[in-house]
């Protein structure tokens, strides 16, 4: 059997930082800012009225705007427009990579600028009393940078929301990767599993969210495909699962692009292929993206039998830099003569395998099956 193509070093991406965009943004996507905001009515509909106000200190440019939805009998009441249903996917569904999509009209940013890493205090957690602790490890150095540019790939990471509870405005938060044109790919155990249901506030992806602004707006999740209920990953066979896939109610990848898979293989241990970008609480309390790169992986096993449940991966990291925020966020690479990037995993931070202090992040043939179905039944 002959090797996989290996992705581009970081030498080849540095040789090939920038490809400019080749057309200009279709009309209907200059001003692509949009949000969705439901009301229940007994019979009229809502009356809207925007104006400018003024609200005290705000951050960025321009004006701030007020908007003033008015339900004439009186019952408003903001709700989720619809259950984010749940779908199993299929143990023998397609596992082949899948392609990405990197619209012409946005530069392909292959590398940011070099900065200089951060020498930061780490934050390598050890066993306590013998007990392991959850393996959010920031290694030196922290090559963690923050993110600057709304350039492919940068332009299909976002901050993704889930509710604690029905009615309560608190939200887990995590990190999400734009997989599909109406797709989003995290981690399994970023989603509330005891309570998916309606809500006041639904599940949610804002792509580039920055410090409260959110340039492309915010989606809401419809549908969600998983292969493991996972609220802990705290054992080989849940990391190694922990990935789910939420559609959306917009097709925000038509406009920001959207990320392949590919199958991580072990020809590629130890080797500095991976980047990602992700919203760690401990450099922006959630709210800004960053970026790192030259990460790679010790090992990659799976815990069963192949072709079975046991067929993903969990991967250990000792280069992966993450927190909490993080959870969800893709390590991702680029190949020769390919305009777009592929992930092979995704950050799996809260499972602490065999008393080891790793970074783990969740792979494998399952990966691509669950993105390929989310696709194929929510084109």
């Known amino acids: ?222 549908n969600t495909f998983w292969f493991r209920q996972v609220d802990n990953p705290d054992d080989e066979l849940s990391v190694s699962l922990d990935y789910i896939v939420f559609v959306l109610d917009r097709r925000l990848g038509d406009q920001l692009g959207f990320m392949g898979t590919r199958e991580y293989s072990n020809d590629w241990d130890d080797k500095p292929f991976w980047m990602n970008v992700s919203y760690p609480h401990d450099l922006g309390n959630d709210e800004v993206p960053f970026f790192q790169d030259k990460v790679s992986f010790e090992d990659a096993d799976n815990p069963g039998i192949v072709g079975q449940e046991g067929d993903g991966l969990y991967m250990d990291t000792e280069s992966g830099s993450v927190d909490h925020g993080a959870s969800g966020s893709a390590f991702f690479a680029f190949w020769a003569n390919e305009n777009f990037s592929r992930v092979v995993s995704v950050v799996s931070a809260e499972g602490t395998l065999n008393f080891d202090d790793d970074n783990w992040a969740a792979g494998g043939p399952p990966m691509n099956r669950l993105v390929n179905q989310a696709r194929a039944d929510f084109p």
Not at 78 to 103: C, K, S, T
């Open 1 to 222: 059997m002959s090797k996989p193509t290996s992705p581009m070093s970081i030498e080849e991406l540095r040789a090939q930082r920038i490809t400019p965009a080749t057309s200009d943004k279709p009309p209907d996507l200059v001003n692509p800012c949009q949000s969705s905001f439901y009301v229940r009515t007994e019979t009229d509909k809502p009356e809207v009225e925007v104006s400018i106000t003024t609200v005290g200190e705000h951050s960025g440019p321009g004006e701030v705007h007020q908007v003033e939805v008015r339900v004439p009998n009186g019952t408003r009441q903001p709700f989720a427009p619809v259950e984010n249903r749940l779908h199993v996917v299929e143990r023998d569904a397609p596992a082949h990579a899948a392609d990405g999509y990197r619209p012409p009209y946005l530069d392909l940013v292959r590398l940011p600028e070099a900065r200089e890493p951060v020498r930061r205090r780490p934050t390598r957690l050890r066993p306590i009393n013998g007990r392991p602790v959850a393996p959010l490890n920031v290694f030196q150095p922290d090559r963690r940078v923050e993110v600057g540019s709304l350039a492919y790939p940068f332009s299909t990471v976002g901050q993704v929301t889930v509710p604690v509870a029905p009615g309560s405005d608190q939200v887990k938060v995590g990190t999400g990767t734009l997989i599909g044109p109406r797709h989003v790919l995290t981690a399994s155990h970023v989603m509330n599993w005891h309570f998916p249901g309606p809500s006041l506030s639904p599940v949610s992806f804002t792509p580039s969210f920055k410090r409260g602004v959110a340039p492309f707006g915010t989606a809401n999740a419809t």
